[in-house]
């Protein structure tokens, strides 16, 4: 008889970064040491990273813990803002694993508008999939608007320099999941949704540039539409107490879904699939450039 799973099972979170504010224009970002043991455990395994991105309070972290077969997890490291990753890998198989890390919230207010954006520029580096999280009952406009500023991308990076760095940024981007929450149409409608958002006729100026970038960065982007976890509010109010067989069946085809499309394969740069040696050495190169101010050049740190 298979295991019942409870909301007691669970795969502990820890934060990827540690950001230290001095005032309000000198910080560092810096990995954090208990993601030195992650590291360890697949530094010879080819490596997938999936990111989970979104607004505050839109269900994040259910999704990352669904990813890691958990109900618990990643809600219970939300102390300020930055990133948290499951302290285990999910295995793919002898060769492969895959690191599911999740933002703590698309703020970007003045104070830490700076700080946010380069996180989020370190994440979009790394990832081999963005899972873009949307509430339904939220304008998904301003939602998309959000992910769009975050792809200011070169302005934030460079591949090797050279004149054409947009073209070449757009082989080294991640795959990207817009995921449609708490959507009681259906899939074929929630794609036409964000379809006609993305090439919003009526949007001007500075809205227009902000959803065009994603169309442009993500030509292949893919949508999934998924039902509410559970029918009471008052149970999704406390969702992380919920077991995994108690949830609804259509959210639990939903989850199934969504991990098929964010498990698709290591992540790759300049054409090389990464490992976990790789990785941990990627991450410590971007944060030296973030941290001095210098876009990250891929090809330089990759070397």
């Known amino acids: 008889m298979q295991k019942r799973e409870t909301s007691r099972s669970r795969v502990r979170a820890v934060p990827f970064l540690d950001v230290t504010t001095k005032d309000s224009l000198k910080y560092s970002m810096q990995i954090n040491r208990g993601c030195v043991e992650i590291f360890d455990k697949i530094k010879k395994k080819q490596l997938g990273v999936v990111s989970v991105l979104g607004g505050e309070k839109s269900g994040k972290s259910l999704l990352a813990n669904r990813l890691c077969k958990t109900m618990r997890g990643m809600e219970e490291e939300r102390k300020g803002r930055g990133v948290a990753v499951m302290e285990q890998p999910v295995k793919l198989g002898d060769e492969e694993a895959v690191l599911v890390l999740e933002t703590f919230g698309m703020h970007f207010q003045r104070d830490s508008?700076?700080?946010?954006?380069?996180?989020?520029?370190l994440v979009l580096l790394l990832s081999s999939t963005l899972v873009f999280n949307c509430c339904a009952s939220e304008s998904l406009e301003h939602q998309l608007q959000a992910l769009g500023r975050l792809l200011d991308l070169p302005n934030q990076m460079v591949v090797d320099g050279a004149e054409n760095n947009e073209a070449l940024l757009l082989k080294e981007?991640?795959?990207?999941?817009i995921v449609l929450r708490d959507?009681?149409?259906g899939q074929s409608k929630a794609e036409d949704t964000v379809r006609a958002c993305l090439e919003n006729r009526d949007a001007?100026?500075?809205r227009c540039r902000l959803l065009r970038r994603i169309g442009r960065y993500f030509p292949d982007y893919k949508v999934l539409a998924m039902v509410k976890p559970v029918g009471q509010t008052s149970r999704l109010q406390k969702i992380f107490n919920e077991?995994?067989?108690d949830l609804r069946p259509e959210f639990r085809e939903d989850m199934k879904a969504?991990?098929?499309l964010a498990f698709t394969g290591p992540k790759k740069v300049l054409g090389n699939c990464l490992d976990g040696t790789l990785f941990s050495h990627l991450v410590q190169q971007y944060l030296d450039c973030l941290n001095s101010n210098q876009p990250p050049n891929i090809k330089a740190r990759f070397q």
């Open 258 to 260: 969504l991990e098929t």
């Open 243 to 245: 077991t995994w067989e």
């Open 204 to 206: 001007q100026g500075h």
């Open 173 to 177: 981007m991640p795959r990207l999941i």
């Open 113 to 121: 508008k700076e700080i946010e954006e380069k996180v989020l520029a």
């Open 183 to 185: 959507f009681s149409g």
